[in-house]
């Protein structure tokens, strides 16, 4: 690791990755900043030729028809630059050799994201409007995407309209959308011009010297180059001999769609917001947290109601969520907690903000029911050096919760911390992690890593780390092992060490990893 330019704002990294039965792999990386913060970026390059692309047999069915052969890499480039104080300048662009070349070499790259988004976003900012263009395609043809060749955006905050007491807000977009499925996939590509404009006014005001009612209404109007014609379903019954010479008979719906030319959807929209605040004072004098203890609480709701559109979405190209949007009527109601005191340095200190809420549909689709999940959203901020935050869904109809995402974190006087992390959604995910790091700031410092899968009940990653700062030199050791998922597999052990001048802490040495 060694800057390539005496102010030392450009760094070139190089890597060799000895695997045990995979072969060598290289990695070549820059990164780059500006000390005053307009730009900043990395470039990265990964190849391997994989001695071993398959563990098993089960990975080599799975992987033989995008496994060409034992070339494996990764190429990646990242940029963000302030080309002006309104303007701003985004680059996110990965190409891959096949879809599990990072879960096999760059893990941790693969746990932050799975699968690459490939985009480049400018980016216009003023106070009274936000204007983006987006440029998004795919580069790896072994995911599904949409490509937006180009994309134009522009969004109006809420903004009065005079001296009327009425509000107003818009958001805009037009775009040349292509909807690409993943290479060997019998599903045909489609692509649609589409725009798409949404004006929304409202009238916040205050009733009785405490109620909040904030009526609105809104127009959303989307036009589509293409669409597609009603749904035609046609039954056909097929009538086989199984293999005990019995006649099985069986009936296939096939949907038949055709192509149309341009339409435009409408859709309206109309409904109200309403809260109150009320507060209690628990306690005026000094207290474990602050001076004073005050509880707010904010009952709240928000109504919507939006007819049947003239175009459903069984009749529009799907992209994405805008597509998607259906008649609706429903309220959203929950309340807000709050528990403050006052401290040292600052007014008012959120002790506790907890957020309970759930959505009631008064009218229904295909296979929705009355309520939706439970939603809890909680922050704890009793000090600086305690943390905890925690989001859940709760699903009444199954019960059983759904989503429960929580991280604590504790902070001492010498700046020791200590993360952890519990994730958990229905069927999917059951994780708990941890990270430690002893005494940042002395002369040796500690850290150990866990990760722990709880619905196979074993310990997915742990990893432990020591550095030591010496008078011109500082070195650290690491060692992380990531037990074999299943039987056939084999541990993966890392042992890293690295080595670095304190007066030159970009030149350095690192080993292993």
């Known amino acids: 690791r060694y800057p390539l330019n005496e102010e030392r704002t450009v760094r070139s990294l190089s890597y060799v990755n000895l695997y045990g039965d995979r072969g060598v792999g290289l990695e070549q990386a820059f990164d ?36 060409d052969d034992d070339r494996r890499y990764r190429l990646l480039l990242r940029h963000t630059q302030a080309m002006s104080p309104a303007d701003t300048l985004y680059a996110d662009l990965t190409y891959l050799s096949d879809p599990w070349v990072t879960k096999d070499f760059l893990r ?5 994201q799975p699968i690459p988004d490939n985009r480049i976003v400018w980016q216009h900012a003023q106070p009274g409007y936000t204007l983006s263009l987006r440029l998004q395609g795919r580069l790896n043809d072994f995911y599904d995407a949409v490509n937006r060749w180009p994309e134009a955006q522009l969004i109006v905050p809420a903004m009065p309209l005079g001296e009327s007491g009425w509000y107003y807000q818009n958001e805009s977009s037009v775009a040349q959308l292509e909807r690409v499925f993943p290479k060997g996939s019998t599903a045909e590509s489609y692509e649609a011009v589409r725009a798409d404009t949404r004006h929304e006014v409202a009238y916040p005001a205050h009733y009785f010297g405490f109620l909040s009612l904030v009526p609105r209404g809104a127009w959303r109007g989307t036009w589509y180059s293409q669409s597609l014609s009603k749904p035609i379903r046609r039954s056909r019954t097929v009538t086989t001999t199984n293999e005990e010479g019995l006649e099985v008979t069986e009936t296939d719906v096939e949907v038949f769609q055709e192509e149309e030319g341009a339409a435009v959807r409408h859709l309206f929209e109309l409904g109200f917001e309403t809260s109150f605040k009320a507060f209690g004072v628990l306690d005026e004098g000094e207290n474990l947290w602050g001076n004073g203890l005050r509880h707010v609480v904010e009952p709240y709701a928000r109504h919507t109601y939006i007819p049947e559109p003239n175009l459903r979405p069984d009749r529009l190209y799907q ?62 901020r009793p000090s600086d050096r305690f943390r905890l935050d925690f989001d859940a869904a709760y699903d009444p109809y199954a019960s059983e919760i759904a989503v429960f995402n929580s991280r604590l974190s504790l902070l001492n006087a010498e700046e020791s911390r200590w993360d952890l992390e519990y994730r958990y959604q229905a069927d999917r995910r059951n ?27 074993r310990l997915a990653e742990h990893g432990y780390w020591v550095r030591r700062r010496m008078s011109c030199v500082g070195w650290s050791l ?13 541990d993966d052990y890392r042992v890293w060490v690295r080595l670095w001048l ?6 350095g040495l690192d080993v292993g990893g």
Request: glycine share 6%.
């Open 108 to 112: 941790r790259e693969y746990r932050r």
């Open 502 to 507: 304190l007066a030159f802490p970009e030149w």
């Open 478 to 490: 690491g060692f992380t092992h990531e037990p074999a998922i299943e039987a056939k597999e084999r």
């Open 431 to 457: 994780q708990i992690s941890s990270d430690l790091t002893l005494w940042p700031r002395k002369a040796w410092t500690f850290g150990a890593s866990h990760r722990y899968d709880a619905d196979a009940g």
């Open 319 to 380: 992209f994405d969520a805008i597509d998607r949007l259906d008649e609706a009527h429903h309220v959203r109601f929950g309340v807000r907690n709050k528990f403050q005191t006052r401290q040292a340095g600052r007014a008012v200190r959120d002790l506790v903000d907890a957020d309970l809420n759930t959505l009631y549909r008064l009218a229904k689709q295909e296979g929705e029911r009355d309520f939706d999940t439970l939603n809890a959203d909680v922050r704890l």
């Open 32 to 67: 780059w900043h500006d000390p005053a913060g307009s730009r900043r970026g990395e470039a990265r390059a990964f190849g391997i030729l994989d001695q071993r692309p398959y563990r098993d047999e089960r990975e080599r069915a799975e992987r033989e028809a995008l496994l």
